[in-house]
């Protein structure tokens, strides 16, 4: 079983798509705000750059 999940990478690939469900209800969220602020802004921003930053990081270890 743990091969199995090892070579599948698995638990990577459930990371990813949590997280992106995450973003996905953050922007929701962020759209339909009446008058958004610059720290709303700001923590829709951090929360793009981290997701993109993973994602890089998630490619680059799969290319090896």
């Known amino acids: 079983m743990a091969t199995i999940l090892d070579e599948w990478r698995v638990l990577p690939r459930l990371v ?3 997280q992106l469900i995450v973003y996905v ?3 929701e969220w962020f759209l339909s705000l009446e008058d958004p602020t610059t720290q709303q ?4 921003s951090v929360v ?3 997701l993109s930053a993973s ?4 490619m680059g270890k799969e290319t090896k």
């Open 55 to 58: 994602y890089a990081i998630w």
């Open 16 to 18: 990813m798509l949590l």
């Open 48 to 50: 793009t750059g981290a």
């Open 41 to 44: 802004a700001g923590l829709i």
């Open 25 to 27: 209800r953050c922007i």
